[in-house]
Antibody
Framework: QVQLVQSGAEVKKPGASVKVSCKAS????????MHWVRQAPGQGLEWMGWIHPDSGGTNYAQKFQGRVTMTRDTSISTAYMELSRLRSDDTAVYYC???????????????WGQGTLVTVSS | DIVMTQSPDSLAVSLGERATLNCESSQRLLYSSNNKNCLAWYQQKPGQPPKLLIY???TRESGVPDRFSGSGSGTDFTLTISSLQAEDVAVYYCQQYYNTPYTFGQGTKLEI
């Protein structure tokens, strides 16, 4: 079955960087755009951007421009999201989520990864 | 950016009763190529990722119980649960995928 499995929880100090991985299985990794969404504790969902696993092309939300980098390794069907210059308000659960429609950057998301908690604290 | 506003923020409904959740977008979400609205609904339970319920504003995802239905067009959308079950307690989010950034509503917390 189609599945996204993310890396484990991270604790980082302010100013550091974090890199979260998302391993895909059950489908052709390069055929579907991958998005990243985060959720601060007790808060709503915030879209961060997408990566096209085939070309490596990216589209980031303006809010994260200059701090986020989305990459992929097609040999292991894994997408990555790296966030730099971390602040305390970056503490959140980070999700990867696949667009359902093949080769479409926009659309509804399914499945989602299980989430990775990133805690930023001194 | 398109702002998505959900109402109410929280809602308490008796078991077996109807629940109506609203979502308003700051811009129209109509995709001209297929005349459908670029809106999805998700259900999120504590400690879990969101689960897709509805896309194109009214198309139910496979496996989702038929008590869930979506409606609306333009800028006003509704998720209806026709007969609330205990397992429907969750936070529900709408999301537009018409334009980046693909924004979500703030969520509606549904309780018994």
């Amino acid at each position: 079955q189609v599945q996204l499995v993310q890396s484990g929880a991270e604790v980082k100090k302010p100013g550091a960087s974090v890199k979260v991985s998302c391993k895909a299985s059950g489908y052709t990794f390069t055929g579907y755009y991958m998005h990243w969404v985060r959720q601060a504790p007790g808060q709503g969902l915030e879209w961060m951007g997408w990566i096209h696993p085939d070309s490596g092309g990216t589209n980031y939300a303006q809010k994260f421009q200059g701090r986020v980098t989305m990459t992929r390794d097609t040999s292991i069907s894994t997408a990555y999201m790296e966030l730099s210059r971390l602040r305390s308000d970056d503490t959140a659960v980070y999700y990867c989520a696949r667009v359902v429609v093949p080769a479409a950057p926009a659309g509804w998301f399914d499945p989602w990864g299980q989430g990775t908690l990133v805690t930023v604290s001194s | 950016d398109i702002v998505m506003t959900q109402s109410p923020d929280s809602l308490a409904v008796s078991l077996g009763e109807r629940a109506t959740l609203n979502c308003e977008s700051s811009q129209r979400l109509l995709y001209s190529s297929n005349n459908k609205n670029c809106l999805a609904w998700y259900q999120q339970k504590p400690g879990q990722p969101p689960k897709l319920l509805i896309y194109w504003a009214s198309t139910r995802e496979s496996g989702v119980p038929d008590r869930f239905s979506g409606s609306g067009s333009g800028t006003d959308f509704t998720l209806t649960i026709s007969s609330l079950q205990a397992e429907d307690v969750a936070v529900y989010y709408c999301q537009q995928y018409y334009n980046t950034p693909y924004t979500f509503g703030q969520g509606t917390k549904l309780e018994i």
